[in-house]
């Protein structure tokens, strides 16, 4: 691995440097000046998803502030003999063309996100946000917005952060934590925190070696660092093997994780020696019991890839699956497993005793969970093919800030790409824990010709009747 003079990383005073990453060998020299000659897995699989997008330009800012990238400087890599630049560049991904000689004149439709360059060779990926990969089209996905501006253009961006270890001072874990962190900066509104913060925030506790320069991470100081920076992260263990996945009922490897892709929330999951964020899911066949194919962002492979079969994984790193760090907000003490568990027993309360000509009486169910913000979730139910009686019933349901919500899913409708959703739990999302199932939680529950809801004080129950109950769409995000 080679390594430039400390001047060379910003040779001029240009603003920008413009590629046409069409000509043959372009990619192959951009990534052999910034890994130092040596290979880079996580700047490689960038490039990959670069070419899936069909970009056509790159538009390098050549002195690009960092805060991230600062907040490390000035920690640990400022302070080394070997000086480091304070400053990265940063790519920009383009699918169409950009004039070098107008770089201001840019297309915002054309752009599909960026990722910063440090001036480390052998670990230069620094924050990444790209448009996810054809692959997960139709799936469901972890993501947010970010705008970012350009010489004086606005673009934006659609996707999940990403981030790289150093190897130095930031470890798999932190940069797992990170990226949680800042997805929950962009999609719930948490504050931002800098690479540097998580690492402080994790520090001390139960340690596995030396902190600084980090040996990595201890799961409970995984757990310390996101409780301090703003999250009330879980622990889920996750089987490690199929036969413990076979058996698990509603704690399967799958259900627990896509629970909280659903959510929004991306689940951390840790082997015994690694760490990596499972950001998105999809249906492997739209047949019933076909089961899912997880995507997952690995700081030390990159963005984006897609998982075999969690049960027989290649690369040693990734074995076994043993527990999920699930990064829920303040504002849920309610599990996705112990809510899934409440809305079941509610629906099978009221099938008990439906007409058998029902819809929801004669369908094959199966359960869709997730937790969302309640005035994001009433504002939606418009566009979602419900009853007009019970999206008003709805909207004057007093509920908190966050709710669960339990669907009820008919897997045939959902195997042909229909309509789904036959009838949805609302749980609230801060309701003692210590009662099964919830007792207490239960905020609205519409199945089949009935729908009411309960208030909070008072316990009043309002019910509506529904003629003609029928299917209808999910109102869980991160689907396109």
């Known amino acids: 691995m080679s390594e430039w003079p400390f001047l060379a990383w910003s040779p001029d005073d240009a603003a920008a440097a413009v590629y046409d990453v069409t000509v043959d060998?372009?990619?192959?020299?951009?990534?052999?000046?910034?890994?130092?000659?040596?290979?880079?897995?996580?700047?490689?699989?960038?490039?990959?998803?670069?070419?899936?997008?069909?970009?056509?330009?790159?538009?390098?800012?050549?002195r690009h502030l960092d805060a991230d990238w600062r907040s490390e400087h000035a920690a640990f890599h400022g302070r080394l003999f070997r000086r480091h630049p304070s400053v990265t560049h940063r790519w920009h991904l383009f699918t169409g063309e950009v004039d070098p000689a107008d770089v201001?004149?840019?297309?915002?439709?054309?752009?599909?996100?960026?990722?910063?360059?440090?001036?480390?060779?052998?670990?230069?990926?620094?924050?990444?946000?790209?448009?996810?990969?054809?692959?997960?089209?139709?799936g469901v996905r972890c993501e947010a917005t970010e705008r970012v501006s350009l010489f004086g253009t606005a673009l934006t961006v659609r996707g999940m952060p990403f981030l790289?270890?150093?190897?130095?001072?930031l470890r798999c874990a932190?940069?797992?934590?990170?990226?949680?962190?800042?997805?929950?900066?962009?999609?719930?509104g948490v504050p931002r925190r800098l690479t540097a913060e998580v690492h402080d925030a994790a520090l001390?506790?139960?340690?596995?070696?030396?902190?600084?320069?980090?040996?990595?991470?201890?799961?409970?100081?995984?757990?310390?660092?996101?409780?301090?920076?703003?999250?009330?992260?879980?622990?889920?263990?996750?089987?490690?093997?199929?036969?413990?996945?076979?058996?698990?009922?509603?704690?399967?490897?799958?259900?627990?994780?896509?629970?909280?892709?659903?959510?929004q929330a991306p689940p951390v999951v840790i082997s015994r020696t690694h760490a990596w964020v499972v950001v998105g899911y999809r249906r492997v066949s739209p047949e019933p019991g076909a089961g899912v194919r997880l995507w997952r962002h690995d700081d030390a492979r990159g963005p984006y890839l897609?998982?075999?079969?969690?049960?027989?994984?290649?690369?040693?790193?990734?074995?076994?699956?043993?527990?999920?760090?699930?990064?829920?907000?303040?504002?849920?003490?309610?599990?996705?497993?112990?809510?899934?568990?409440?809305?079941?027993?509610?629906?099978?309360?009221?099938?008990?005793?439906?007409?058998?000509?029902?819809?929801?009486?004669?369908?094959?169910?199966?359960?869709?969970?997730?937790?969302?913000?309640?005035?994001?979730?009433?504002?939606?139910?418009?566009?979602?093919?419900?009853?007009?009686?019970?999206?008003?019933?709805?909207?004057?349901?007093l509920m908190p800030e966050y709710v669960w919500v339990v669907e009820a899913v008919d897997r045939d409708a959902r195997a042909r790409g229909e309509p789904d959703v036959l009838g949805e739990a609302v749980l609230d999302s801060t309701a003692s824990t210590h009662h099964e199932p919830l007792l207490?939680?239960?905020?609205?529950?519409?199945?089949?010709?009935?729908?009411h809801r309960v208030g909070p004080d008072h316990g009043q129950r309002r019910e509506v009747r529904i003629a003609a109950p029928g299917h209808y769409v999910t109102g869980r995000r991160g689907r396109t």
């Open 440 to 451: 207490s939680g239960l905020i609205a529950l519409h199945v089949g010709r009935l729908a």
């Open 204 to 263: 001390g506790g139960v340690i596995v070696g030396r902190q600084v320069p980090s040996e990595g991470l201890s799961v409970q100081q995984m757990m310390a660092g996101a409780t301090r920076l703003g999250l009330s992260p879980g622990l889920v263990h996750l089987p490690g093997t199929r036969a413990e996945d076979d058996e698990a009922g509603m704690l399967t490897l799958g259900g627990i994780l896509c629970r909280y892709v659903n959510s």
């Open 306 to 397: 897609e998982v075999a079969d969690p049960f027989d994984e290649v690369d040693d790193a990734h074995r076994p699956w043993q527990t999920a760090l699930v990064p829920l907000l303040p504002q849920v003490y309610v599990t996705a497993e112990r809510a899934e568990a409440a809305g079941e027993h509610w629906f099978h309360g009221y099938l008990a005793q439906a007409d058998p000509d029902e819809p929801v009486a004669r369908a094959d169910l199966t359960w869709r969970t997730y937790v969302t913000r309640s005035d994001e979730w009433l504002e939606r139910l418009a566009e979602r093919g419900l009853d007009a009686s019970l999206v008003r019933l709805y909207r004057l349901t």
């Open 104 to 138: 201001t004149a840019l297309d915002p439709s054309s752009y599909r996100g960026y990722t910063t360059l440090r001036p480390l060779p052998a670990t230069p990926v620094g924050p990444t946000m790209i448009t996810p990969p054809p692959g997960l089209d139709g």
């Open 164 to 169: 790289s270890q150093d190897a130095e001072y």
């Open 174 to 188: 932190h940069a797992t934590l990170w990226m949680a962190l800042r997805h929950a900066h962009l999609a719930h």
């Open 25 to 62: 060998g372009t990619w192959e020299q951009l990534v052999d000046f910034y890994a130092g000659g040596a290979p880079s897995a996580p700047l490689e699989r960038i490039v990959a998803l670069a070419r899936e997008h069909g970009v056509r330009s790159l538009v390098v800012e050549q």
